[in-house]
């Protein structure tokens, strides 16, 4: 399990610990076995040590988050096709009050998450500065079963925020 969950007096806890395969159909199972056993009045979504994982788990979680034809992320490269807008396609199954928990082990797909809900306006975060993990990479296999990790491109919040962390020169030394 990716997910762990509880309710408290109408408010749900759930604690995703990575965006892998499957990871969105279980929040959707765990939201509907909720309101189906008690009126849900918030909901906390804990992505506190969320390394990241599959964008598409994370953007299809934006889909039952937020309304449709709404920006939640994009990608921009060099190259022009590497740009890339993602856009709901659904009307959002739950609209109550959220509030997503973060702090610096939250890197990419949560950090893509949690910048596009609140830039939507449909949640507040709490918690700590985020790792920074906002690049989209290419991997190229070599013959000798190494490979290169190359950069196309950077992912944006609606806003326009770039997630990757720009390292100031005392983060390198220290």
């Given at each position: 399990d990716s997910t762990k969950n509880e309710l408290k007096q109408g408010v749900a806890y759930l604690q995703i610990n990575e965006f892998g395969k499957?990871?969105?159909?279980?929040?959707?199972?765990?939201?509907?076995a909720i309101r189906q056993e008690s009126e849900l009045q918030g909901i906390i979504l804990d992505l506190r040590g969320n390394p990241g994982g599959l964008l598409q788990e994370s953007v299809q979680m934006l889909d039952f988050l937020v309304n449709?034809?709404?920006p939640v992320i994009q990608t921009v490269g060099r190259l022009e096709e590497y740009n890339t807008r993602y856009i709901t396609r659904e009307d959002a199954g739950y609209t109550g009050?959220?509030?997503?928990?973060?702090?610096?082990?939250?890197?990419?797909?949560?950090?893509?998450?949690?910048?596009?809900?609140q830039d939507n306006d449909k949640a507040t975060i709490i918690g700590r500065r985020t790792f920074g993990k906002g690049l989209v990479q290419s991997v190229i296999n070599l013959e000798d079963k190494s490979r290169i990790h190359l950069t196309i491109a950077r992912y944006y919040t609606p806003s326009g925020r770039c997630i990757q962390?720009?390292?100031?020169?005392?983060?390198?030394?220290?």
């Open positions: 499957g990871v969105n159909a279980e929040f959707r199972q765990t939201l509907q449709a034809d709404i009050p959220l509030v997503i928990l973060i702090d610096q082990g939250s890197a990419s797909a949560s950090e893509i998450l949690a910048g596009a809900l962390k720009h390292f100031e020169k005392d983060d390198i030394n220290s």
